[in-house]
């Protein structure tokens, strides 16, 4: 699975907004590696497939990938300090049920998980047709006093991997490397030109 259809699969809508100065100054305290830094909201064993999504969602090519930007740091920081309180009971619920369909699926714990193996999961719930993103968007529409019972264990975890990807193209897209070595960067923009063909412009711009 590339990144392109990663993107793709998980193309579903996250009602989630960030003043501008929040995001920078969480992205500009993410400098360490990610075996030195200490969690804020992540247990020791997210913190491990956390990671593993943020490369397989954002893996590195011939751009920076997610963990070039320290994500993992970044979506802890975020989780720790922007979810309120019953997002933050909502994404650990869905991380349980992550985990224990891991188990269910390759009969070891997710603190020993591979990142081949979390890639294998979760390409089960989003190498999906169309019909199926389609019930899945709509199901994630509902608030969750309004989802069946039945279907609550699937809310939760979607829940908690959209959570996963949305912060992550959140933190990827306004980090400083992305910005300025993927993206168009110009600290001190030229004249305006309103009309220009796309195909002159190239990237999206950073600022």
Known sequence: MNRRDTIKGLALSFGYVVAAPTVLSALESCTTTS???????FSKDELHYVTHLVDIILPSTETPGGLD???PQFIDMMSQDMFPPEEKNMFKEGSEIFSVRFKEKFGNDISASSRDEIAQLFAVYF?????EQGKIRYLQS???EEVPSEEL??????KFLFNIRSL????????EKVGKEV??????PGRYVPCVPVSEIGNAWTI
């Open 168 to 175: 992550a193209l959140l933190g990827y897209f306004t980090s």
């Open 69 to 71: 930007v320290n994500l």
């Open 183 to 188: 993206l168009n960067f110009d600290p001190i």
């Open 127 to 131: 190498d999906l047709k169309d019909e």
């Open 153 to 158: 264990d699937n809310y939760k975890m979607y």
């Open 142 to 144: 509902k608030s969750i």
């Open 35 to 41: 075996e030195t830094w200490p969690a804020l909201y």
